[in-house]
């Protein structure tokens, strides 16, 4: 089979049975997807590459703890979202949005489209700032990362319902802080 | 590019070289098993002491004092199974605690489970009490005799056959003892005489128990649990008899054959 129309769950089965080589392509496929991510929670880069090598080698590691009938997308990411606060709690640093994001929150969110612009970046940060990782992360995950709820779900256990109105919660967080702020 | 390729190669060189290896199958295995099946047992224990609990409530004089109205209710909650309860309590508590631990416990929310997990524990638990499997323990002195026998003392409520009747006092046998009780505080004594099973609430004297309310439980089938673990072995009713024939009060006949037993 062409390794390019495996799927991840295919590629974890040969990689656990079969070749341990095929986890490159894991790699391939995952490394630009969270560092992404991963940027969100340190902008040095030295850092951000340790821990994404940490989290593809724990990733490999416990491979064989990764239910198959599953997502594996959503187990990586899993991984990473906990070696990240991990890395957050250690440095004690906070949340970090490219300018570019904001602007997709906002876009996307509907958060403050009626309000001055030009205080979206700063407004929008330090928003994002006051809000507690309780709404941030589904936040991020859905707007930012593009991850269904049930995505979502599984890489920051919650129930699915509880996604969607953390997301709605945080939305109206966001545009209530906004809206005094502005 | 050359970073991704960097990143690539530095982990997949520490997989070839087997610097970091996958961990066995089997460890994964051990670790669901035992999640498993140690939520399964939290469950069952659960199930069992509910069960426990019901059964002893119902078996034994606890439920029954709350007859006497207000009064009897000092006497319930001291007779109450607290070491059951609290135990079903923890145990519900580790089963909430393993199921955070399982993979499906995110995808109903916590109220939910809970629900569940309270719907399984009582139905079941009510269910085993229909059956036999507390006459076997109690035959066989498992689980019960622990949560029986460590009970708090009784200060308000005491129950069990009348073994001796002397005028408006009494000796009962408890599951505590012989108990030498004071009738002459209750207005209408009914008739009683020797075996019947008699539940009382009243308080403690120097003397022994001063009776405010007195009822005879004339279903030979109920309490079980206390007719059975009444201590036939310290009472010896010829020396009680032959105390009485001697003309001494009933109080020091109750202390002289406590002292023989002793």
Known sequence: ?182 | MNEKENLENRIMNNIKSGKVRLKSKYIFLAKRLSLGSGLILTILLATLFFNLALFYMKETENLAYLTFGFNGFFAFLESFPYVLVISLIMLIFLAGFLTTKTDFSYKKSFGEWSIYLMIVIIFLGTALTFTNINNEFQKHKMFMSPFFEHRLPSFRGIAGPIVSIQGEEIIINTREGLEYVDLKNIKNIPILKENDFVLIIGERSKKGFLAKEIKIEEDKNKMFLIRDNTKPKSFNKNCVDNCLIEKFSIEDCFLKCENLMK
């Open chain 1, 1 to 182: 089979m062409n390794l390019k129309e495996m799927t991840d769950e295919e590629i974890v089965k040969v990689v656990r049975e079969e070749d341990k080589n095929f986890y490159a392509e894991i790699i391939k496929r995952y490394e630009l997807k969270l560092s992404h991510y991963l940027r969100k929670f340190t902008r040095n880069h030295d850092e951000l590459d340790d821990i994404l090598q940490t989290v593809f080698l724990k990733a490999y590691e416990n491979l064989y703890g990764f239910d198959v009938s599953k997502k594996f997308s959503s187990w990586i990411y899993r991984i990473a979202h906990n070696e990240a606060i991990n890395q957050l709690k250690k440095n004690k640093v906070k949340i970090n949005l490219e300018e570019v994001e904001y602007k997709i929150l906002d876009e996307k969110a509907g958060i403050i489209s009626k309000l001055e612009k030009k205080f979206i970046n700063k407004s929008v940060s330090e928003a994002l700032l006051k809000l507690s990782s309780k709404y941030r992360d589904p936040l991020i995950l859905y707007y930012l990362e593009d991850n269904s709820y049930e995505e979502i779900s599984d890489i920051l256990r919650i129930n699915k319902n509880t996604v969607g109105i953390l997301i709605m919660r945080g939305k109206q967080k966001l545009k209530e802080y906004l809206k005094g702020k502005i």
